[in-house]
């Protein structure tokens, strides 16, 4: 009789640690598509209105995992993107630049291919900080960006009016390349890399458009 009743402690013990698992394991981990997020219930880069008094997200790490799919032309592997917030992207990206010496004022815009920074600056090395700015921003976006940068404080109006334009019209499209145009007249920093220039572009996105994607 003893022996019974150890054998069925035994397996309650163990049906509870399994279901104690499970339900940890679904705390932590949230399976979309071929995508496993963790803490995915986070909406925002930086959650900068939590609540001390619950808890501190700064002390805790960011995973996500990712799968490439097996399948060619996946639409859930090409649109890791899609549902990039630009705005807050835009708004990280400004508030780096601004912690740059010399660095006063800064506005950028996030399209769906590059990001546009004018900023203020009274650095005695503009292309030096051309280069610390340009890099800011490629550290934050996914890196088929481009990143076009200038301290010619005139642009700043430009780059902040082009936010209120509708992405989709080709008049938009036609604005951003030629604000481009004017932006590249300024220092512009280091080649990204031996393949890549000073903005991120490759020989195969200059022959895809010219003089810039």
């Known amino acids: 009789m003893k022996k019974l009743v150890i054998i069925m402690g035994l397996c309650t013990m163990t049906a509870l640690t399994g279901c104690s698992k499970d339900m940890s394991n679904r705390d932590v981990y949230e399976e979309s598509g071929n995508t496993i997020n963790v803490n995915n219930k986070r909406h925002e880069l930086y959650n900068e209105g939590a609540s001390r008094g619950v808890r501190n997200v700064s002390n805790n790490y960011g995973f996500v995992r990712h ?5 060619m032309n996946d639409n859930k592997t090409n649109n890791h993107y899609a549902a990039l917030d630009r705005e807050q992207v835009a708004n990280i990206i400004s508030k780096y630049s601004t912690t740059i010496p010399n660095v006063n004022d800064v506005a950028t815009l ?6 546009l ?3 203020d600056t009274d650095s005695k090395d503009r292309n030096l ?3 610390q700015v340009k890099k800011t921003a490629m550290s934050v976006v996914p890196r088929f960006y481009h990143v076009y940068v200038t ?7 430009d780059v902040e009016n082009l936010a ?3 992405s989709t019209s080709r008049n938009s499209r036609n604005l951003v390349t030629g604000l481009v145009a004017q932006m590249k007249k300024s220092p ?3 080649r990204m890399s031996p393949s890549e220039d000073q903005n991120g572009l490759t020989p195969d996105d200059y022959s895809k458009s010219r003089p810039h994607r």
């Open 110 to 115: 996030v399209t769906d291919q590059e990001v």
């Open 164 to 166: 209120n334009l509708d």
């Open 67 to 71: 799968q490439k799919s097996p399948l």
């Open 129 to 131: 900080t051309a280069d």
């Open 151 to 157: 301290d010619n404080k005139v642009l700043m109006r």
């Open 188 to 190: 512009q920093g280091q």
């Open 117 to 119: 920074i004018a900023y």
